[in-house]
C-alpha cells in the first residue's frame, strides 16, 4: 500500500456557509473511506464556524499576515488569531495573491515567520510562470523563491512546500509526471542542501489537478500529496482523492 499523501483544498473566494457545511457533512459521513490526510483551507470567513463544526477536520487559512500583533492593519487578520479560531495551517505566497497583491520574498518571508510564531503550519507555494519556463528558468525561480525565505531553524521543519507552476493554474494545463516527479525532487534536494531540518519535508504538486490525473500524480513516490483548486469545490472530485491509495 502506498503511504498516505497530504491532499490540500483550496476554496478561495467561494462558497457560503450552507455549500461549505453540507460539503464537509459529507466528508464526515464517509470518512471510512478515506485514505489520506486532507485540510480544507476555506475563506477565513468560513474558518471559526466551519471549525467550530467539525473538530475532525484540520482547517488552513489561505494568507496571513506578516505582523504578529494586534495593530492598525486593515483588512488583515494575523497568524494568532487563526490559532483562535482552530485554524492549523496556512498557505502563504500562493501565486494569486503574488500576482494580484504584489506579494515578493521579503512580505513572504515575514508571513512564513509569523505564522511558525503561533504554531501555525505554513504551505509555503512555489512555481514558475510561463515566460520563465520558456525561457528555461523553472529551477532558477525556485531555488530564489525557496532560499530567500527559508531559514536554517529547527522550526522550519513545520513548512509544506506545494510546487505549482502559475502557467498550470486553472488551465486545464499540467506538466508531464517525469516533470512534475524531477522538479519535486530538485526541491527537495535544494532544501536537503540548506539543512538536515527539511529532511521530511513534504512537497505537495498543485495546478489543475482533478479527478483524472489525480491518481497518476498520487502513486509517484517523490510526490506527498496535492493542492486542489477547482476540483476541491465539487465533492465527487475531491472525495476521490480523499478515497485513493
Ligand atoms: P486549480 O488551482 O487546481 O484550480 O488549478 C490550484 C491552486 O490555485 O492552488
Redesign the pocket.
Known sequence: MNKAKLI?A?W?MNFFYKQAYNFCKKIISKKKQIKNNFIICPPSSLIFRLSNKFRQINFGAQDCSAVNEFGAYTGDINSKMLKDINCKYT?IG???RRELYKEDESLISLKILSALKSNIKPIL?VGENLNQKRRGDTKKILKYQLNKVLLKKKEFKKVII?Y?PVW?????KTPSIEDISNTILYIKNVLAKKSSIYKNVLVLY?????TNNSKLFLNNINIDGL??????LIFNSFFSMLKHK
Open positions: 490540500v483550496n478561495k498557505l500562493h501565486s494569486e507555494c506545494a505549482e498550470a493554474i486553472g488551465t486545464g498543485g495546478g489543475s489537478v482533478n493542492l486542489v483548486g477547482g476540483a476541491s
